[in-house]
């Protein structure tokens, strides 16, 4: 089945700076991946996702791009401020399959404090 | 506010025993998943219904089993519960399937003493 690695497992980046979480899984006809963002005392939260036929994806502060060869993906979060302070969740999946083998794979997590 | 909602939010309970977590999800959703999460294992997919019935198996005990009603919200039943079955535990619901966006509820934190 799908493994999903994810590093760091906590990051800590000064107010207004940039943070880089990173995602590489192992199955190559996986073809989603959505990060997932948890606050405390809540469930995790779509906050982007990309597919494999795009390399990178922007949101505003966020963006995700993707290495189909290197089986990679991150996350990006520019201009950090206090309310990003959570822990981020990587995903992948293969949508589309006909094998029922959709489920999202979860990376471990990273503690992402930003420090004012 | 995601929309989905669990009951109860705390759960402490003994060895031995049995519990059963409450899920309804957005309004209308039909599939509805159930996660755990630990802090070693992350969050780890058990079982996904849909429209009613079992669409997908994850990391599920034999232990542990879920139901969806007609009214669409589900329970996820944990028997002969052990220490290591302390966790969080979430649901999640989408429109019809993994193709669909996930919308987490708030989670219930099982404790087992």
């Known amino acids: 089945g799908e493994n999903v690695e994810q590093h760091p497992s906590t990051l800590s980046v000064q107010e207004g700076d940039s943070a880089v979480i990173k995602c590489t899984y192992s199955d190559s006809a996986s073809n989603y991946f959505p990060w997932y963002k948890q606050e405390l005392g809540k469930g995790p939260q779509l906050i982007i996702d990309i597919r494999s036929n795009v390399g990178e994806k922007k949101d505003q502060r966020i963006a995700v791009t993707l290495n189909k060869t290197a089986k990679h993906f991150s996350l990006h979060i520019t201009e950090t401020q206090p309310e990003d302070s959570a822990v981020y969740f990587c995903?992948?999946?293969?949508?589309?399959?006909?094998?029922?083998?959709?489920?999202?794979?979860f990376g471990t997590g990273t503690r992402l404090t930003i420090i004012p | 506010d995601s929309g989905v909602t669990q009951t109860p939010k705390h759960l402490i309970t003994a060895t031995g025993q049995r519990v059963t977590l409450r899920c309804s999800p957005r309004?209308?959703?039909?599939?509805v998943y159930w996660y755990q999460q630990s802090l070693d294992q992350g969050l780890q997919f058990l079982i996904q219904?849909?429209?009613?019935?079992?669409?997908a198996k994850g990391n599920i005990l034999e232990r542990f089993s879920a139901q969806q009603f007609p009214d669409l919200h589900s329970e996820l039943n944990l028997s002969s519960l052990e220490l290591g079955d302390s966790a969080l535990y979430f649901c999640a619901s989408s429109v019809e399937g993994w193709a669909d966006t996930q919308y987490f509820g708030p989670g219930t934190r099982l404790t087992v003493l």
């Open positions: 309004s209308g959703d039909l599939s």
């Open positions: 995903a992948a999946s293969i949508r589309g399959s006909n094998f029922g083998n959709e489920k999202l794979t």
């Open positions: 219904y849909y429209n009613g019935e079992e669409r």
